[in-house]
């Protein structure tokens, strides 16, 4: 202490004075982090989890089981909606999700495992817990389904973002506070010898005083000789606006949201840019997750025989394209004879028709070859 030391010793009041409260540290803005990370990662979440899962063979929709566990209830305790945005959550949080199908058909996702990974041997999976139950078996990947998302764990990645932004935000709020603040002096007469009795009631009084000035909008305190309270900042200087703080928020999100594919004027609701934007995202961010996901069933859920005799899983997830919207493209595409009308309900997310009228080529426009064009008179 030095030097500070002996001036309290020559002083006592300083001595007790220094030992009152007045300083309290501010907390670390962690919320930032999970905020921007919930924010994106449920979007995209919730737009996965509208995807319909049909299982296929030829051409025809097939209502077995896996259809009832891909679009209804994957277990006991989840609707599909809520499985599908858990995956992805998963998956995009955690750089990776394992899924297993347990020995009552139930599809259930790890909370936690470990992998063992071999070079010409098919990687192995152990210690999977569920919640709070630990299977003791272990699972071949060909009997999983398992993704991963990127080459680093996106928290990890961000860290080191997350931590500027939770400085830059905290300094904000405390110059905020600060020229906000309303400071005062408080001068006691202190003649008297004050000990750690005293010196307790002397800070529970002063702890009162201020309470009774900022929870009461009508607020009278006793005068008291040899105490003295003057106000030395009133609390109207401006300080950092809110909207400051929102820039801090908003500018966070955006940062997360194009590393994930997700345009800002989505992801704050912003319609002026609808159209553009959501075309962005279901080709750039949300298509390439659901490519991912339907890979991933086709290499589990049918064997190579049956892929190539024509049997698949096909996942239709959110398209920009819009029927109503497109319905003089379609006609042309009809019109011209480019595509058949069950090729153009494929197009846009539409089963096939049995009827077979829709698998022929109709021409309803004076469409001819250029060679076919007759001249005029020769004469």
Aim: hydrophobic content about 35%; overall charge negative.
């Amino acid at each position: 202490m030095g030097w500070l030391s002996d001036v309290l010793k020559r002083n006592s009041e300083l001595e007790w004075m220094f030992d009152l409260d007045f300083i309290h540290e501010t907390s670390q803005r962690a919320y930032l982090k999970k905020m921007a990370l919930e924010t994106c990662i449920n979007f995209i979440g919730r737009t996965i989890s509208q995807s319909d899962f049909r299982f296929m063979v030829n051409g025809k929709r097939q209502l077995n089981d896996w259809h009832y566990l891909l679009n209804v209830r994957p277990n006991t305790d989840q609707s599909a909606a809520d499985f599908w945005q858990k995956f992805v959550y998963e998956l995009i949080y955690e750089n990776e999700v394992l899924v297993i199908l347990t020995d009552t058909n139930d599809l259930l996702i790890a909370d936690s495992f470990t992998r063992d990974e071999y070079a010409v041997y098919p990687d192995v999976f152990r210690d999977v817990t569920v919640k709070d139950y630990t299977f003791q078996r272990t699972f071949k990947m060909d009997e999983v389904i398992y993704l991963t998302y990127n080459n680093e764990k996106l928290t990890s990645f961000m860290d080191g973002m997350f931590d500027d932004y939770a400085n830059l935000f905290s300094r904000l709020i405390e110059v905020s506070l600060r020229k906000n603040q309303i400071r005062g002096i408080v001068s006691v007469d202190s003649t008297q010898s004050l000990d750690d009795k005293k010196q307790s009631k002397l800070q529970n009084f002063i702890d009162k005083l201020f309470a009774s000035f900022r929870n009461n909008s009508i607020a009278l305190v006793p005068k008291l000789k040899g105490f003295e309270y003057e106000e030395v900042a009133s609390g109207e200087n401006n300080g950092q606006s809110v909207d400051e703080l929102t820039k801090v928020k908003k500018s966070l999100i955006d940062d997360v949201a194009n590393i994930l594919g997700i345009p800002n004027a989505l992801i704050h609701g912003d319609l002026s840019d609808y159209e553009t934007s959501i075309k962005a995202y279901v080709r750039f961010g949300n298509s390439p997750i659901v490519k991912k996901i339907q890979d991933e069933l086709n290499a589990k859920i049918i064997t190579k025989q049956d892929y190539l005799s024509g049997t698949r899983v096909d996942v239709f997830g959110l398209t920009e394209r819009d029927l109503i919207e497109n319905a003089e493209a379609v006609d042309k595409l009809v019109a011209s004879g480019a595509f058949t009308r069950n090729e153009v309900r494929e197009l846009f997310g539409a089963e096939r028709s049995d009827n077979p009228e829709l698998d022929k080529f109709v021409i309803t426009k004076n469409y001819q070859s250029a060679g076919s064009v007759e001249g005029g008179d020769n004469g």
